[in-house]
């Protein structure tokens, strides 16, 4: 790589870098956990043709794309939390809550489709998933 791409690149990340606030390990935590539910909501469409998103349950490129589109508009709700700490002066307040509630969303995903592929997670991770979702849970 010559060095004028170098230097874009460069510049290309520390952008970004600052639209999310910093690099830290909130955002590093919500980088990965999106990474991962695409990753096994992959798995459950291509593998296990079990995905609750396509009528098939198999893979969609249209799905996909929503999918994608969703992950770039979570990552617009950081920036907006960032510009708005900023402006009110509140520290990151506002961003660590937004990463926080993404990361649990993100979470709660993947432990989602990894039931879908049939691995098996302890009752009590099973019943707050369903509570979040709004299920009636037996007790």
Same mark, same amino acid.
């Given at each position: 790589?010559?060095?004028? !791409?170098?230097?874009?690149?460069?510049?290309? /990340?520390?952008?970004?870098?600052?639209? =999310? /606030?910093?690099?830290?390990?909130?955002?590093?935590? @919500?980088?990965?956990? %999106?990474?991962?539910?695409?990753?096994?909501?992959?798995?459950?469409?291509?593998?296990? !043709?079990?995905?609750?998103?396509?009528?098939?349950?198999?893979?969609?490129?249209?799905?996909?794309?929503? /999918? @994608?589109?969703? !992950?770039?508009?979570?990552?617009? @709700?950081?920036? =907006?939390?960032?510009?708005?700490?900023? %402006?009110?002066?509140?520290? $990151?307040?506002?961003?660590? /809550?937004?990463?926080?509630?993404? =990361?649990?969303?993100?979470?709660?995903?993947?432990?989602?489709?990894?039931? @879908? %592929?049939?691995?098996?997670?302890?009752?009590?991770?099973?019943?707050?998933?369903?509570?979040?979702? $709004?299920?009636?849970?037996?007790?």
């Amino acid at each position: 790589m010559n060095i004028e !791409k170098t230097t874009i690149l460069t510049a290309a /990340g520390a952008f970004g870098a600052a639209l =999310v /606030g910093e690099w830290d390990g909130a955002i590093i935590t @919500l980088l990965i956990f %999106m990474a991962a539910d695409w990753f096994t909501g992959l798995i459950v469409a291509g593998v296990f !043709k079990k995905s609750p998103k396509t009528e098939s349950g198999a893979l969609e490129s249209n799905a996909g794309l929503k /999918g @994608l589109c969703r !992950k770039g508009a979570m990552l617009l @709700l950081v920036i =907006v939390a960032v510009r708005l700490d900023l %402006m009110a002066g509140l520290q $990151g307040i506002l961003r660590t /809550g937004v990463i926080v509630a993404l =990361v649990c969303n993100e979470a709660l995903s993947i432990l989602e489709n990894v039931g @879908l %592929m049939g691995v098996e997670y302890p009752p009590i991770i099973k019943n707050a998933i369903d509570k979040l979702q $709004g299920k009636k849970i037996n007790e």
